[in-house]
């Protein structure tokens, strides 16, 4: 079966950064586009970057030039690097394969 597992998150200040790490296992991952979308309390899903089959990449407006997505195929593993991170931040942060999700790591940013 699909599984997708995130790790990385945690809890960090202001102005600091976390990457975000997604493995997945039973599909073939160079296929596919890998998203990561976050959910803040109270507040819906929504994504945050994108990257396609041919590495190209679309970033939330409110991320563009902090957060970085990358992946690695050889490894079957999405990545997000996060810097100057803010409060705004502060979410569960889940891995998307298609219909296929993780199940989420927490970022808080807070001093």
């Known amino acids: 079966q699909v599984q997708l597992v995130e790790s990385g998150g945690g809890l960090v200040q202001p102005g600091g950064s976390l990457r975000l790490s997604c493995t997945a296992s039973?599909?073939?991952?160079?296929?596919?586009?890998m998203g990561w979308y976050r959910q803040a309390p109270g507040k819906e899903r929504e994504l945050v970057a994108v990257?396609?089959?041919?590495?190209?990449?679309n970033y939330a407006d409110s991320v563009k030039g902090r957060f970085t997505i990358s992946r690695d195929n050889a490894k079957n593993t999405v990545y997000l690097q996060m810097d100057s991170l803010k409060p705004e931040d502060t979410a569960v942060y889940y891995c998307?394969?298609?219909?296929?999700w993780g199940q989420g790591t927490q970022v808080t940013v807070s001093s």
């Open positions: 998307n394969s298609g219909s296929f």
């Open positions: 039973g599909i073939v991952f160079s296929w596919y586009p």
């Open positions: 990257i396609r089959t041919t590495t190209s990449t």
